[in-house]
Structure formats: C-alpha cells, structure tokens
T-cell receptor, first 114, second 110 residues
Framework: DADVTQTPRNRITKTGKRIMLECSQT?????MYWYRQDPGLGLRLIYY???????NKGEISDGYSVSRQAQAKFSLSLESAIPNQTALYFC?????????????FGPGTRLLVL | QKEVEQNSGPLSVPEGAIASLNCTYS??????FFWYRQYSGKSPELIMS????GDKEDGRFTAQLNKASQYVSLLIRDSQPSDSATYLC??????????FGGGTRLMVKP
C-alpha cells in the first residue's frame, strides 16, 4: 500500500462549488503539506501543518482552507472553486526527526474547475 | 521575482551524453538545496541534496553548489531514456520550508 494517498485522483467541478481533497499517510509523520503545481511554476505551498494543533498558511493560501483531523489525515478545501484553481494538487509529509527537506509526496489530485 | 529560477527547457541530449541542469536562487540565507525528479503525471521524488560548496556525487548524478554565485547544478552522466523527466530544483527558506523552481524538462533521445 502507498504511504501517502490522495482522494480523489481526478475531479471536475463547477465554478462556485465547494470541494474537499483528502490526504492520508501511514508513515507516522507529524508534518504534512499541501502544494499546487501549475505548468512552469513548480510546486507552490498552500498550507502546512507540523502537528494536529498547528496549521500555517503557505505562499498561496487565499481561496483555500485546511483541516488536520488526525496525525494521519490532512484535508484541503476550496470554499468556492474558481477556474484559476485548476491545477495538480500534491500532499506531502516529512519526518520531524529528519531533515525537513525529505518530503514524501502523494500521487496527486488533478482538479479541473469549469 | 521567483526565488528559484530554472530554464524550463526542454533540454534534449543524446543517450550516453552528459545532461547539465542549472538553477539559480535569490535568497542568500538558503543553506540546503535539492533536486527532485518528476516523471510525467507522477509525483516528485528526491534524488539529490547538497549543503556545502563543491560537488556531491551519487552514482550517475553529481550535484554542484556555488553559494557565492548562488548557483546549483545537476549533472547526469551516461544519460538514459529513462532519465527523461522534469527536474525540480528546490531550496530551503525561512522557517525551513522548501521553495521550488519551475522545473527543467529533460529529454534523452535514443
């Protein structure tokens, strides 16, 4: 089984809809991250969480919210989806006892907002 | 201005050649640098990290860091078609978070 899983893998939605992307991990890591990837722009950090009670905004948090339901689960919500949120979304985890740069990525969720 | 810059490519090299991927960064406070490989439609995978000036070798991969010039590179020797992917350069920043460049697409032709 994969260590970091994301659901759904693909999603098509309409402008104005609220949607949730879910991430689960079995690595036992406290640190979790949400990124979005657009062509030519690399990965940009949306939100991150260093433990269940810790939530922090990243570079591009506007229009997004997150919930850390448990150590293993970190969800990303788009409150009212808009077309420029069409992107590939990745969840990642890292080990607090290791270098933070060793991030383990999920398979990604491809989101299309019409 | 993006903090980590890469040429988007594509960089095309023949099989067996050396592929040279380059990256510049603007934050002089960055201490650690990383190369991730991302196959089309897949998630990024860490392949190299480098923390001090000079070269670091791992198999066919060599990472090079020059902090004075704020320049990081990745050399891939004996390039194989399976090396065809997008290579993302990343640096750590304040708060020890990663900042990624836009990636360079490498194509290795048989």
């Amino acid at each position: 089984d994969a260590d970091v899983t994301q659901t759904p893998r693909n999603r098509i939605t309409k402008t104005g809809k609220r949607i949730m992307l879910e991430c689960s991990q079995t690595k036992g890591h406290d640190r979790m991250y949400w990124y979005r990837q657009d062509p030519g722009l690399g990965l940009r950090l949306i939100y991150y969480s260093f433990d269940v009670k810790d939530i922090n905004k990243g570079e591009i948090s506007d229009g997004y919210s997150v919930s850390r339901q448990a150590q293993a689960k970190f969800s990303l919500s788009l409150e009212s989806a808009i077309p420029n949120q069409t992107a590939l979304y990745f969840c990642a985890t890292s080990d607090p006892d290791g270098p933070p740069e060793t991030q383990y990525f999920g398979p990604g969720t491809r989101l299309l907002v019409l | 201005q993006k903090e980590v810059e890469q040429n988007s490519g594509p960089l095309s090299v023949p099989e067996g050649a050396i592929a040279s991927l380059n990256c510049t960064y603007s934050d002089r406070g960055s201490q650690s640098f990383f190369w991730y490989r991302q196959y089309s439609g897949k998630s990024p995978e860490l392949i190299m990290s480098i923390y001090s000036n000079g070269d670091k070798e791992d198999g066919r991969f060599t990472a090079q860091l020059n902090k004075a010039s704020q320049y990081v590179s990745l050399l891939i020797r004996d390039s194989q078609p399976s090396d065809s992917a997008t290579y993302l350069c990343a640096s750590n920043n304040a708060g020890n978070m990663l900042t990624f460049g836009g990636g360079t697409r490498l194509m290795v032709k048989p």
